[in-house]
Nanobody, 118 residues
Framework: QVQLVESGGGLVQAGGSLRLSCAAS????????MGWHRQAPGKQRELVAA???????NYADSVKGRFTISRDNAKNTVYLQMNSLKPEDTAVYYC????????????WGQGTQVTVSS
């Protein structure tokens, strides 16, 4: 099972930017879909952005136009560029994988904390 390690989180002021990285322990070339989820305090985990092996992307309405997910198979890494951050973006961000048909992997790592101050 591929292991994923998130990094890049931190404390930023509203309007700032962060770039999250998800490093995989093995090739992600054959992983159909990779994505970023987040969980804010007291709230359910939600899908923020996803990218397929073909490069197709999907974003939550709340982050469209501000976040960009990308995938570098050669580096076994998925990124999430976060611009124009808002306090409501504050959450722990997690990386995960999903087959073309099926659910997101039911296994979550430590994630990386993103805190946006107002």
């Amino acid at each position: 099972q591929v292991q994923l390690v998130e990094s890049g989180g931190g404390l930023v002021q509203a309007g700032g930017s962060l770039r999250l990285s998800c490093a995989a322990s093995e090739s992600i070339f054959r992983i159909n879909t990779m994505g970023w989820h987040r969980q804010a305090p007291g709230k359910q985990r939600e899908l923020v952005a996803a990218i397929t092996s073909g490069g197709s992307t999907n974003y939550a309405d709340s982050v469209k136009g501000r976040f960009t997910i990308s995938r570098d198979n050669a580096k076994n890494t998925v990124y999430l560029q976060m611009n124009s951050l808002k306090p409501e973006d504050t959450a722990v961000y997690y990386c995960n994988t999903k087959p073309q048909v099926g659910f997101w992997r039911d296994s979550w790592g430590q994630g990386t904390q993103v805190t946006v101050s107002s």
